[in-house]
C-alpha cells in the first residue's frame, strides 16, 4: 500500500520568508513518480512538478525548490521569498507507475501568506 | 482550449436524488479521470478512462457512482440516490497518455462541489 503524509496541516508566513512544505511517502514499489500540486482559492489543482524515483537531483524553479531524499523518503517543497500569491493548499502525491492519475495524495498543507 | 471544464460549479440536492456532473477535457487528451475531495483531505481516486474505455472502476465508492465517456470525450458522473456522505467537491482531470514519455501530467477542472441536504 501507498502513503504520503503531509504533517504540517497549516503553515502562516509573512511576505519574503522562506517556507519549507515537508512530504514524506511509503511505497515498496522500486518505480514510483512523485508530484506537487498546488489548489488556489478557485479550486484547480495546478501541477507544479514530477520527479520519479531514480532521479534524485533536486530542483529549482524560480522561487520554488524541491529536496528528494530516497533515504528519508522525502520529498519536500521550499518557496523562497514567500509572496501573498503562494497561499494555497498544496498537495504532494505519489504514483507508482507512469499513469499519474492513481495517485495517492496527502491530505494537503494549506499556507497562508500575509502581507 | 481553455482547459479543463466541469459543470455544474454547484449542486445543491435532496436526499435520495440523483445528480449528474459533467467533464469536458482538453480535447487532445485521451485520458480523463475523476475524483472526490473532501474537506481537509486530498483528492481521492475514482475511476478512470482510456479514450472511451473505462480501464478502472473499482474505486468508485460504491454501486450508486457510475460514470461514462460514451464517445472519447467529455464524461459523466452520476450519484443516484444521493445521501449527505456525498457532499464533497468531485474533481475531473485529464491527460495526455504517450507509451514512450514518463508519468503523465494532469490537468485538472475546478471541480463540482456537490452538497446533499
Known amino acids: 500500500a501507498q502513503k504520503v503524509t503531509q504533517a504540517q496541516t497549516e503553515i502562516s508566513v509573512v511576505e519574503k520568508e522562506d517556507v519549507t512544505l515537508d512530504c514524506v511517502y511509503e511505497?515498496?514499489?522500486?518505480?514510483?513518480?512523485l508530484f506537487w500540486y498546488k489548489q488556489p482559492p478557485s479550486g484547480e489543482l495546478v501541477f507544479l512538478i514530477r520527479r520519479n524515483s531514480f532521479d534524485e537531483q533536486n530542483e529549482i524553479s524560480g522561487r520554488y525548490s524541491w529536496n528528494f531524499q530516497k533515504s528519508t523518503s522525502s520529498f519536500n517543497f521550499t518557496i523562497t521569498a514567500s509572496q501573498v500569491v503562494d497561499s494555497a493548499v498544496y498537495f504532494c502525491?505519489?504514483?507508482?507507475?507512469?499513469?499519474?492519475?492513481?495517485?495517492?495524495f496527502g491530505d494537503g498543507t494549506t499556507l497562508t501568506v500575509k502581507p | 482550449d481553455t482547459g479543463v471544464s466541469q459543470d455544474p460549479r454547484h449542486k445543491i440536492t435532496k436526499r435520495g436524488q440523483n445528480v449528474t456532473f459533467r467533464c469536458d477535457p482538453i480535447s487532445e487528451h485521451n485520458r480523463l479521470y475523476w475524483y472526490r475531495q473532501t474537506l481537509g483531505q486530498g483528492p481521492e481516486f475514482l475511476t478512470y478512462?482510456?479514450?472511451?474505455?473505462?480501464?478502472?472502476k473499482s474505486r468508485l465508492l460504491s454501486d450508486r457512482f457510475s460514470a461514462e465517456r460514451p464517445k472519447g470525450s467529455f464524461s459523466t458522473l452520476e450519484i443516484q440516490r444521493t445521501e449527505q456522505g456525498d457532499s464533497a467537491m468531485y474533481l475531473c482531470a485529464s491527460s495526455l497518455a504517450r507509451v514512450s514519455s514518463g508519468a503523465n501530467v494532469l490537468t485538472f477542472g475546478a471541480g463540482s462541489r456537490l452538497t446533499v441536504l
Open positions: 478512462f482510456q479514450n472511451e474505455a473505462q480501464l478502472e
Open positions: 502525491a505519489l504514483s507508482a507507475d507512469t499513469n499519474a492519475g492513481k495517485s495517492t
Open positions: 511505497t515498496r514499489d522500486t518505480t514510483y513518480y
